[in-house]
């Protein structure tokens, strides 16, 4: 079983909320990602956990904050987000760094 | 530095022809190289990898790429083209070993499937 799951599938927020997104793998992997897909561009990376440590972050803002409550669960809360963070939020797992990755099917995040 | 260069942000066949997605890489240590796909509002699935194996890989849904290390390449082919290939194609590159991973995205290439 290859499967990344994804909640929610689709979310509408204002500049003011707060909310997060979630990701969850049973594969075993000990690395997880969060990415950043605009329309008609690749992903970008966000943030890697790397055996529930954080070992990446590229220059994310900081209305995102990510969390990696155990080895199968990845969170991205979202504080204060702009118009301009609607886009597709993608998670994605590997057995480790430098394996390939399996991606989830996504959250499609609108702010208003 | 690692890169991925997808020559053909658009490509278009007509049904059970041959399918052809160029990429090229740059990287300073021998590559990991993949194809994923994605279809309208869904996640990346993944295609095919190399990682040094065999230079001859076979994915799912009848692709395969070919390593080519002379050329820098790792381009996708299909034999026949179906409709249900009209998806975007990524072709990515990370870096064998190294405790700092990433995968690095070429822009992507739209495949179309005329009937």
């Known amino acids: 079983d290859t499967e990344v799951t994804q909640t929610p599938k689709h979310l509408v927020m204002g500049m003011t909320n707060k909310k997060s997104l979630k990701c969850e793998q049973h594969m075993g992997h000990r690395a997880m990602y969060w990415y950043k897909q605009k329309a008609k561009k690749p992903p970008e990376l966000m943030f890697v956990y790397s055996y529930e440590k954080l070992s990446i972050n590229e220059s994310v803002p900081s209305r995102f904050s990510p969390e990696c409550p155990n080895s199968s669960l990845l969170n991205l809360h979202l504080h204060a987000l702009q118009p301009e963070d609607s886009a597709l939020y993608l998670c994605?797992?590997?057995?480790?760094?430098?394996?390939?990755?399996?991606f989830g099917p996504g959250t499609r995040l609108t702010v208003t | 530095a690692q890169s991925v260069t997808q020559l053909g942000s658009h490509v278009s066949v007509s049904e059970g022809a041959l399918v052809l997605l160029r990429c090229n890489y740059s990287s300073s240590v021998p590559p990991y190289l993949f194809w994923y796909v994605q279809y309208p509002n869904q996640g990346l699935q993944l295609l095919l990898k190399?990682?040094?194996?065999?230079?001859l890989v076979k994915g799912i849904n009848g692709f395969e790429a070919e390593f080519k290390k002379s050329e820098t390449s790792f381009h996708l082919t299909k034999p026949s083209a179906h409709m249900s290939d009209a998806a975007e194609y990524f072709c990515?590159?990370?870096?064998?070993?190294?405790?700092?991973?990433?995968?690095?995205f070429g822009k992507g290439t739209l495949l179309t499937v005329n009937p």
């Open positions: 190399y990682t040094s194996a065999a230079t």
């Open positions: 990515a590159v990370s870096r064998s070993g190294g405790s700092n991973y990433k995968l690095t």
């Open positions: 994605a797992s590997s057995q480790d760094q430098g394996h390939e990755q399996y």
